[in-house]
């Protein structure tokens, strides 16, 4: 609408050329008429202040849309009441239109006597509202254009888009808020673009942006731009621009449009990543194996320059593998072990959690001041865990300073999951193949010794059968013997296959109460040399008067048994079995030694698998289940004690070692 100054300065030409005292300019609002401007109407300032439309002369123009025309207000019916009927005054009113044509207020000259208006008199008040309607035209389309550059400004700000137009010489008309954090504010008024390079990281002109390239006419669409913006990082656009033309077909300008497509392009990345990470673990025989390539996988996706992959190893965290990006000055320093709670991987393993370091340069930052030398700047540590705890480490390094990123963690503790969930498949699959091998081992060793006591039997008894009296009387008690002892070894078999199910599932109870060991194994001593008495084999012992330790008597009674009658077995005739027993410290240590030669270092473990013979017990074709060190383990791990073989070329040892207290 008109300003008051402006509706002032009308009202005045409107007086004078009309030759009235007053004037006024009135606009509608609602249902009243209120002043915007005035001349010599200071008496009758209430009256034409704000008037109703009803009952008002203004009201009768308006609802009309015509000139009104009164010479003597006494005189004419269509005035209503009041200044102007009583004292008989002259008025002349023209209406005020939009462009529209709609009726937006009154333009009038009045004067309280009665008189006569002139014909140029009514032209110049007609003419003086078309100026106000012209004047309040210019206003309402000034105010309709800044309302739509207030939209189309709210429109370009909320958009996704950087959006950036010029006019023809060049000159930037529109930047959006999104552009301006995108790419900054000078960008677009300087030959050098201010902290924008390509992804070699040359400067950028001005002739390589879409503007300047749609000036000259070109029309881009979907043209990729990776760009290094004010930090290192590389930013990834989506740029659209094209020329404007005005209606003659010149070029009047220019209009770019640009997308960030950073975090586009870094989850495409991260798929790619965990999908090579998944072959890589998919297609290795081991983590050690598979290592590089998830390591390589993890320094492309993350556009970071160094990863290394640490495993829990004896109390300490080894360097299992390692990976620089290509470029990368070669040599930075990784040490082969980190103990618990040293450098980033053992600090990370000891908080089990993930640890993110913006600068290893600074002091405090848990990497050596050698490895921070390489160019290494922020550092990232992830925990990787199998189902038993965390068995390893997953470090990876920045040359820039990076602050902490919830996806880029989420990325790395995915991986750091895939890494332990091999690991720990790949566990399960070698106890599946060690319980496949040991169950063949153990059909085949315990299906030939249950078959062999069986065999005897079957075919004595056959004997026993076909026999006649004399036979009988002559061979019978031999065979009959050959039974009983073969009838024992099976029972023996049984006895030793049901104790130790019942020692690993947990059924067996071991009473440890205060026995005499040396007592214990004296007599089983005594009892052995009896049996043997004619061998070719020497029992030598060395055994304090008493040795008093916490445990199940019956059961390590036949522990003794079973360890002196293999050594017994395996020795050379002539040979010397050598048994005793002392107290070291807090331990009560029993050793069993025999002559004959030392089990091989690859099998001293695998003999306490259970149903596993070694290959001198196998090459002598030596009687036994292959149960003995098996049980005898089971029964000291009972004890809480712990059993170890050892061996020479003068033979092979047993070390049975017993808490001398209850623990």
């Known amino acids: 609408m008109l300003t008051s100054g402006s509706a002032d300065q009308l009202a005045a030409l409107v007086a004078r050329a009309a030759g009235a005292p007053s004037a006024c300019i009135q606009f509608v609002e609602d249902d009243s008429l ?6 010599g109407v200071a008496a009758d300032w209430e009256v034409v202040a704000e008037s109703a439309l009803e009952g008002s002369l203004g009201g009768v123009v308006v609802n009309s849309g015509t000139t009104l025309i009164v010479e003597d207000a006494k005189d004419d019916p269509r005035i209503p009441d009041g ?3 009583r004292g008989g005054g002259a008025y002349l009113g023209c209406p005020v239109h939009d462009r529209a044509g709609k009726v937006l207020g009154v333009c009038f000259a009045y004067d309280h006597r009665p008189r006569p208006w002139t014909p140029e008199q009514v032209a110049a008040v007609n003419e003086a509202s078309e100026v106000a309607t012209l004047l309040i035209g210019e206003q309402i389309a000034r105010y309709e254009l800044e309302q739509q550059h207030r939209f189309l400004d709210a429109v370009l700000d909320s958009l996704h888009d950087g959006v950036v137009a010029c006019d023809a010489s060049g000159r930037i008309a529109i930047v959006n808020e999104r552009m301006r954090r995108l790419w900054g504010e000078t960008v677009f008024g300087t030959e050098a673009v201010p902290g924008l390079t390509d992804a070699t990281g040359t400067p950028l002109t001005r002739d390589d942006l879409g503007l300047v ?3 000259r006419g070109e029309v881009i669409r979907d043209e990729h731009l990776a760009l290094h913006g004010r930090s290192r990082r590389i930013h990834h656009y989506v740029m659209d621009a094209q020329p404007i033309h005005g209606l003659d077909g010149r070029v009047t300008g220019a209009v770019q449009a640009v997308q960030d497509v950073t975090r586009q392009r870094r989850a495409e990345s991260f798929r790619s990543c965990e999908l090579a990470v998944t072959t890589a673990l998919a297609e290795a025989p081991s983590i050690e194996a598979a290592g590089p390539r998830v390591l390589e996988a993890i320094v492309g996706a993350l556009d970071w320059v160094h990863a290394e992959l640490w495993l829990v190893d004896e109390g300490d965290v080894r360097a299992a593998a390692r990976w620089s990006a290509p470029g990368l000055p070669a040599g930075i320093p990784v040490p082969d072990r980190l103990a618990y709670g040293q450098g980033l991987a053992g600090r990370a393993w000891q908080v089990d959690k993930p640890l993110w370091i913006r600068d290893v340069g600074r002091p405090q930052s848990l990497i050596s001041p050698e490895t921070a030398a390489g160019g290494l700047h922020t550092a990232l540590a992830i925990p990787v865990h199998d189902g038993s705890g965390p068995i390893g480490v997953l470090t990876v390094f920045a040359d820039t300073i990076e602050d902490p990123e919830d996806e880029l963690l989420a990325l790395m503790s995915g991986i750091a999951a895939h890494l332990g969930q091999f690991v720990e498949r790949r566990r399960v699959e070698d106890l599946q193949r060690q319980l496949t091998r040991s169950k063949d081992e153990y059909l085949a060793l315990i299906g030939h010794e249950l078959r062999t006591p069986l065999t005897s039997i079957s075919a004595y008894t056959e004997l026993l059968g076909e026999a006649d009296e004399a036979t009988l009387v002559r061979d019978g008690p031999r065979l009959i013997k050959v039974i009983e002892r073969n009838t024992t070894a099976l029972r023996e078999i049984i006895n030793e ?3 130790l ?12 109460t205060p026995i005499d060991l040396a007592a214990v194994v004296r007599d089983v001593v005594d009892r052995t040399r009896s049996a043997i008495d004619g061998a070719p084999v020497v029992i030598d012992t060395d055994l304090p008067g008493e040795l008093i330790v916490p445990g199940d008597k019956d059961r390590l009674r036949h522990i003794v048994q079973n360890l002196l009658g293999s050594a017994v077995r395996y020795s050379p005739d002539g040979g010397h079995v050598a ?5 070291t410290g807090r331990a009560a240590e029993l050793s069993v030694s025999d002559a004959a030669a030392d089990v091989p270092r690859a099998e001293r473990e695998q003999i306490f698998t259970g149903h596993y013979r070694t290959s001198r017990g196998n090459d002598r074709a030596i009687p036994g289940s292959g149960l003995g060190l098996t049980l005898s383990r089971a029964v000291v791990e009972k004890h809480q004690g712990s059993v170890e073989l050892t061996g020479s070329d003068t033979g092979t040892t047993i070390l049975i070692r017993l808490p001398l207290e209850v623990r």
């Open 497 to 499: 296959l049901l104790e």
């Open 83 to 85: 200044l102007l009927r």
């Open 34 to 39: 209120r002043l915007y401007g005035s001349w």
């Open 579 to 583: 048994i005793s027993l002392r107290s």
């Open 213 to 215: 390239r749609a000036l």
């Open 501 to 512: 199910s019942a020692l690993d599932a947990g059924h067996a109870d071991v009473r440890r």
